[in-house]
């Protein structure tokens, strides 16, 4: 594998730490929300003995709400057990310099049980880590990317805060869709963040204006999926970051707000086999000429869909980016380069993938892409036949399938889904339904702004 600028071994990083050019190692891990959570150390003892044999972090991580409360109620930490520690296990292959950082580098962690040094089954990289061993064991490699769209506003955190999320200010007043000009006014901002990711071993293709006020998008290169899961997160803690620095603020809620744009997670699949894309192939299926590989994958992908809704949209603001005529899909169909579709089949040749465009921004990459390439798989496995293709506005389609409208709905269907069970594990599966219960749970105790706008003096 070519190594990328800004990626490090252990003997690079320990040589620019004994010139004082790196002090700090960031070793970190994902939360069910896809954040970064861990600790800072520094460089020189992380080389001593953190690098190889890890470090300790409370278990209650895993179980936390989005305001880092301990929730009640899981089975794999809680008071009655005492929040013990699990295992941080520094994946070397992810060390590289965090460019936006002062004299820092970060390495990713894999969880694991601090007794028996399994991974921890619960764990989002554990998660992905256990259906990319479905996939080798069938031959198969899988490439992936990501593509990430979020609003910049020109208000900071902070002071967002201090107003309640209310009344920020974005950083462009009309919609910006491939527009120059109002790009450029966010270039400031755009080109601080590729270029560090570039001298961060995340390598950059474009990015570009997308439909909102002030919403954008940039993309990464893709990569295995694995390390195009580690980018995706990467890339997102790099933007926050640079916009913290800058006086600014981006947000990658799915719908930041009703009548505007919702910023999406378009994930490329696909499957490959000794250095061929598995998805080539001659059999017409469609305007598309391809396997039987593809054709199954597909059908699985698209099947398994409401099953796994829940990692694909997984709070309550997520759903509320599914509306006709909005680019986000509300409709059950795939389509050749028809973005009105949830599944959106592009290229052709070794270029052939499929991209769902269900996922919202706000998605966990780890959980996303393991329901993507479990559903794929387990088509592939049973040759689950996709539907007939679709050309036209899928938004039109009323008899078409639709994508669940509620994070209740998804819910149930995850909670009633054998399939999840089967591919997760009970343990995984009743973990995870306790979370995404809780978050509803939250939402549904919220009395919020709208109901005080509408009930305050006219109830």
Same mark, same amino acid.
């Given at each position: 594998m070519t190594r990328l600028p800004g990626q490090l071994t252990l003997e690079e990083l320990s040589a620019r730490a004994s010139k004082g050019e790196i002090e700090t190692v960031i070793v970190a891990f994902t939360d069910h929300y896809g954040r970064l959570v861990g600790k800072r150390f520094d460089a020189e003892f992380f080389l001593e003995g953190v690098a190889e044999e890890g470090t300790h972090g409370c278990d209650y991580l895993l179980t936390t709400d989005m305001e880092m409360e301990p929730v009640p109620g899981y089975r794999f930490a809680n008071w009655e057990l005492g929040y013990g520690d699990?295992?941080?296990?520094?994946?070397?292959?992810?060390?590289?310099?965090?460019?936006?950082? =002062?004299?820092?580098?970060?390495?990713?962690?894999? $969880?694991k049980n601090v007794r028996t040094h399994q991974l921890v089954a619960e764990a989002p990289r554990?998660?992905?880590?256990?259906?990319? *061993?479905?996939?080798? =064991?069938?031959?198969?490699?899988?490439?992936?990317?990501? =593509?990430?769209?979020?609003?910049?506003?020109?208000?900071?955190?902070? =002071?967002?805060?201090?107003?309640?999320?209310?009344?920020?200010?974005?950083?462009?007043?009309?919609?910006?869709?491939?527009?120059?000009?109002?790009?450029?006014? *966010?270039?400031?901002?755009t080109a601080a963040a590729r270029r560090h990711l570039k001298r961060s071993g995340v390598p950059v293709e474009s990015s570009k204006g997308e439909w909102g006020l002030g919403q954008h998008e940039l993309n990464v290169r893709y990569a295995e999926v694995l390390a195009m899961a580690d980018?995706?997160?990467?890339?997102?803690?790099?933007?926050?970051?640079?916009?913290?620095?800058?006086?600014?603020?981006?947000?990658?809620?799915?719908?930041?707000?009703?009548?505007?744009?919702?910023?999406?997670?378009?994930?490329?699949?696909?499957?490959?086999?000794?250095?061929?894309?598995?998805?080539?192939?001659?059999?017409?299926?469609?305007? $598309?000429?391809?396997?039987?590989?593809?054709r199954w994958f597909l059908g699985g992908w698209i099947h398994h869909a409401p099953a796994f809704m829940v990692c694909y949209a997984p709070t309550v603001n997520s759903y509320k980016r599914f509306e006709d005529g909005s680019w986000a899909p509300t409709r059950l169909a795939w389509s050749y380069d028809n973005r009105t579709a949830g599944f959106r089949v592009v290229g052709r040749g070794n270029s052939l993938r499929i991209e769902c465009r269900i996922p919202g921004a706000d998605c966990n990459p780890y959980l996303a892409f393991a329901a993507a390439l479990a559903s794929g798989l387990d088509g592939v496995a049973r040759q689950l036949e996709p539907p007939p293709v679709f050309e036209g506005d899928v938004y039109a389609a009323a008899h078409l399938p639709r994508v669940p409208y509620t994070l209740a709905e998804a819910i149930r269907l995850f909670e009633d889904s054998a399939f999840a069970r089967e591919v997760l594990g009970e343990e995984v599966v009743a973990h995870y339904l306790h979370f995404f219960r809780s978050e509803q749970a939250a939402f549904d105790s919220a009395v919020t702004d709208w109901e005080r706008r509408r009930y305050f003096e006219r109830i």
């Amino acid at each position: 594998m070519t190594r990328l600028p800004g990626q490090l071994t252990l003997e690079e990083l320990s040589a620019r730490a004994s010139k004082g050019e790196i002090e700090t190692v960031i070793v970190a891990f994902t939360d069910h929300y896809g954040r970064l959570v861990g600790k800072r150390f520094d460089a020189e003892f992380f080389l001593e003995g953190v690098a190889e044999e890890g470090t300790h972090g409370c278990d209650y991580l895993l179980t936390t709400d989005m305001e880092m409360e301990p929730v009640p109620g899981y089975r794999f930490a809680n008071w009655e057990l005492g929040y013990g520690d699990v295992h941080l296990h520094p994946d070397l292959d992810t060390l590289r310099l965090a460019s936006w950082l =002062e004299r820092t580098a970060l390495v990713l962690c894999d $969880v694991k049980n601090v007794r028996t040094h399994q991974l921890v089954a619960e764990a989002p990289r554990s998660i992905l880590r256990r259906q990319l *061993e479905r996939a080798r =064991e069938l031959g198969f490699t899988a490439l992936a990317s990501s =593509e990430l769209e979020y609003y910049l506003f020109e208000t900071s955190y902070r =002071e967002a805060a201090r107003q309640g999320y209310g009344e920020l200010q974005p950083a462009g007043w009309y919609l910006e869709d491939y527009h120059i000009l109002q790009g450029t006014r *966010e270039e400031a901002f755009t080109a601080a963040a590729r270029r560090h990711l570039k001298r961060s071993g995340v390598p950059v293709e474009s990015s570009k204006g997308e439909w909102g006020l002030g919403q954008h998008e940039l993309n990464v290169r893709y990569a295995e999926v694995l390390a195009m899961a580690d980018r995706h997160c990467l890339y997102k803690q790099c933007l926050k970051e640079v916009a913290e620095q800058l006086g600014l603020s981006v947000t990658f809620m799915a719908k930041f707000a009703s009548g505007r744009a919702g910023s999406s997670c378009h994930l490329h699949l696909s499957l490959w086999r000794e250095g061929e894309n598995a998805f080539a192939g001659e059999t017409p299926l469609g305007p $598309v000429q391809a396997s039987d590989v593809f054709r199954w994958f597909l059908g699985g992908w698209i099947h398994h869909a409401p099953a796994f809704m829940v990692c694909y949209a997984p709070t309550v603001n997520s759903y509320k980016r599914f509306e006709d005529g909005s680019w986000a899909p509300t409709r059950l169909a795939w389509s050749y380069d028809n973005r009105t579709a949830g599944f959106r089949v592009v290229g052709r040749g070794n270029s052939l993938r499929i991209e769902c465009r269900i996922p919202g921004a706000d998605c966990n990459p780890y959980l996303a892409f393991a329901a993507a390439l479990a559903s794929g798989l387990d088509g592939v496995a049973r040759q689950l036949e996709p539907p007939p293709v679709f050309e036209g506005d899928v938004y039109a389609a009323a008899h078409l399938p639709r994508v669940p409208y509620t994070l209740a709905e998804a819910i149930r269907l995850f909670e009633d889904s054998a399939f999840a069970r089967e591919v997760l594990g009970e343990e995984v599966v009743a973990h995870y339904l306790h979370f995404f219960r809780s978050e509803q749970a939250a939402f549904d105790s919220a009395v919020t702004d709208w109901e005080r706008r509408r009930y305050f003096e006219r109830i």
